[in-house]
């Protein structure tokens, strides 16, 4: 069974085109919606939650878990992966989004000048300049936070006049400076994309989560046959816990189909 977890919606667009790419196998969507959003919370509390989540996804029954939101893959994957697995969860495994994107992006790019919009929190921790200069020494990485982005989504605001003012405030200092890549360093920000892909007047290239990290886990489990745990049921739980009629509608826009979620307490 495969986990994918998010701090509220956003880690839908990874889901939805993940469970496409595999669909023989069992998953479980965790949202953790009544604490979101996590962009702004500090890296030893997005830490602490994460953790939680991934307890309970591994009591579930999953072995491996994708942590499909940027914020929580820059803040706490690496201590996931290098100190809490291996005491706790010998032979299972967190992957996060950040470096298939940076990889793609890198490959993607011909002038080495990469943008990434993110969470104030992703931005911080600078994961994404880490990840791309690992790629290509050569890289310049050009940073903007977008904070108030990932809100205006799980309000279903994202079409709205007002939002559409913020986005491009978001976006005007990046005008005039020499990238041809850019990556959507948030999984809500797909919702964003005509709108970010116009501003630049189709300029820029633009990497964003879902296929991408789909892509990038079929070829995972390919290399990785133990988490090859194919199921006939081919069951999709979806958890939250934040309201789940809420969740429910908001999931929708996602995914394109109804759903029905079960409210949980980490």
């Known amino acids: 069974m495969i986990g994918v977890f998010d701090s509220g919606l956003g880690g839908l667009a990874v889901f939805k085109e993940v469970t496409k790419a595999l669909p023989n196998y069992d998953y479980i969507y965790l949202g953790d919606n009544a604490r979101a959003p996590y962009g702004d919370l500090s890296q030893d509390i997005i830490y602490q939650y994460t953790q939680q989540a991934v307890d309970y996804l591994f009591a579930q029954g999953c072995s491996l ?11 706490a994957l690496r201590k996931l992966q290098q100190e809490y697995l291996p005491n706790k969860y010998p032979g299972k495994n967190v992957l996060g989004i950040i470096r298939p994107l940076s990889e793609i992006a890198a490959t993607a790019s011909v002038n080495k000048n990469i943008a990434v919009l993110g969470t104030q929190s992703t931005i911080s921790s600078n994961a994404y300049q880490v990840e791309l200069q690992e790629q290509d020494k050569n890289i310049q990485v050009i940073q903007q936070a977008c904070p108030l982005l990932v809100s205006l989504v799980e309000d279903s605001k994202e ?3 007002s939002s559409q003012s913020i986005l491009f405030n978001y976006l005007a200092p990046l005008v005039g400076q020499d990238f041809d890549t850019l990556i959507l360093g948030c999984t809500h920000y797909s919702f964003f994309h005509d709108q970010i892909e116009n501003f630049f007047k189709k300029r820029v290239k633009i990497i964003e989560n879902g296929q991408i990290i789909a892509e990038k886990l079929a070829d995972y489990i390919n290399r990785h046959p133990e988490f090859s745990e194919t199921s006939t049921k081919q069951q999709k739980t979806f958890l ?22 079960q409210q949980i307490k980490l």
């Open 65 to 75: 878990i994708i942590l499909a939101c940027n914020t929580v893959s820059a803040e």
């Open 240 to 261: 939250t816990t934040g309201d789940s009629q809420k969740f429910d509608q908001a999931a929708e826009k996602f995914l394109g189909q109804k759903i029905q979620s």
């Open 159 to 161: 079409k709205t006049e």
